[in-house]
């Protein structure tokens, strides 16, 4: 498969008032053609700078301070701002958070949606609002036609999500950055707009880095699945091997508060006590230690390293060195590794 | 829409309606007459004059007979400047009021965005405190001193402008610059303060991540959205250029409105003083009508939200 996107050991850190905070403390991943990489994790865990780190869309406090982010092996932090203007919104696009605030609301959606072709390719005024008309019946706008001069407030929640999904992909980029892009939209609308985003990866051809910290929108989408927590991944691995072969006590915990048909009749939801470290001060052990019950001494003292588990899966943990003792997971985990062995899996 | 206008046009006219009457009554409790300093003058021949202004009714006559004229666009007659109606020495003087009032709004509300906006984009820089510097001085520093400063270097001192003249262009430099400082630095905090919101908002970053360059991010984006809101301080800012033009005309000895209204308190003439007090009045509500129907226009929002779709 063919390599697009290398992020290397990448290192983030802000200057704020207090201190220097370590947002991203060394994240690296790859992503091929074609596929879809979901990074999941808690808030605050440093999903959205890691994917806006790419496109160098960071507040101005922010610091890249080590690492290399290669599109096809060019370094995209040796760009100049030039430069990146030619990759943004052409071949590498970004479909944000909030459908409510990412839109202009003082100019009409059909502009909003032909501007990315009128920056990039020189095509007629009228050759871009034809084809962005063409983008929005593909997403899902009903009579794209009459709506063109529209303003943003005059469509619904979800319609201008789709809008914005609209922008991210009307110059055909390669790359598909989605941050979160269904957190504020109701379940019904979600599952659309993720049946949309996949749809539209078959037709266009482009990969896809997901994030959310939602496990459950995980499984419908994704290739691979990146675990982040404190600026680092914890472990990363295929849908199959994330879900059904867990190894981080921390994927275990995300499993466990995933909401399933049992949990919604009850109500209750295991959330995993406690919260994440100070990133001013990052702990000199492993950043979950404080909140993992099966912790060891090794995990106040060391960070651990990246374990294989099997090939492309990975998990930082040290319950995977050898000399470990054999822990005992959380029942519902367990399960899991018997539907993993029914797929045909080899759980450790 | 048009339910909207007229419904605000009404009260327009009742705000009119009460401000001309809580005028007439302060004018009637105020001591002293137009007449009071002229002792030569015999009871009778007071008695006479009074008549022929009317005083000698009771205050409740006068009021109704004021109104009365009122709705017939009649000010009363001067008691001074060989008894003119009000309306025709307003007209007579309308015309250098209104270019420098509209001289210095224009200026300052131009320079302002300019330097409002620059402010925004170089934020904490020196650019940044420099344009905060202009804008505070611009509102701390009264029309008036101002105007002094501009007449004793730019017109006694260097003869660049004439000190106090009314004929051609030339001579509303002064004047004009003296009254932009105030809006000037109205619109640069206000504009400074909305494109930091704006810049800072979510279309702002998506329109980066298109591949805009800065500059387009600001023209193409950025501009408009913070310039829309600055149209809602346009009716403020009209009322400190009129009360700065007061005292400025007299100082550039400009025969405009301010001059004469300056002229009609010294001298206790009540029809004159309430004559420009109404009219005065009357230019604010019409402004800030104006200015809300043209907020309905530029922003889609609200031009959709009253009589459009949704
Ligand atoms: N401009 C900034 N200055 C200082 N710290 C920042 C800044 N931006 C982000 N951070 C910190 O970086 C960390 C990672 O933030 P990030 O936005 O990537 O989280 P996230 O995983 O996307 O969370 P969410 O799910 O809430 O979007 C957070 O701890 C945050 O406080
Ligand atoms: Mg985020």
Redesign the pocket.
Known sequence: MDKILEVKDLHVN?A?YNGT?Q?IRGVSFDLNAGETLAIV??????????VRSILQLL?K??DIAKGSILYHGDDLLQKSEKEMDDIRGNKISMIF?DPMTSLDPTMPIGKQVAEPLLIHNNVSKKDAMARAEEVLRLVGIPNPEARMKDYPHQFSGGQRQRIVIAIAIVDYPEILIA??PTTALDVTVQAQIIDLLRELQQKIGTSIIF?T?DLGVVAGIADRVAV?YA?KFVEYGSVNDIFYNPQHPYTWGLLDSMPTLETSENNRLNSIPGTPPN?LNPPKGDAFAPRNKYAMEIDEEEQPPYFKVSKNHYAATWLLHPNAPKVDPPASIKKRFEKFKELGGSVK | MAKYILKRIFYLFLTLFIIATLTFFLMKLLPGTPFSNQNRMSPDQLKIVKAQYGLDQSVFVQYVRYMGGLLQGNLGTSFQFNNEPVTTLIGQRLAPSMQIGAQAMILGTVLGILLGAVAAIRKNTWVDTLATFISILGLSIPSFVLAVLLQFYLAYKWHIYPVALWDNFQSSVLPTLALAALPLGNVARFMRTEMVDVMSSDYIELAKSKGNSAWKVVTKHALRNSLIPIVTIIGPMAVSVMTGSMVVENIFSIPGIGEQFVKSITTNDYPTIMGLTIFYSFLLVVIILIVDILYGFIDPRIRLGNGGKE
């Open positions: 802000f704020t905070v947002a994790g808690e808030s605050g865990s440093g999903k959205s700078i890691t507040a406090n922010a958070q941050d979160e994030i910290h982040m600026g990133l």
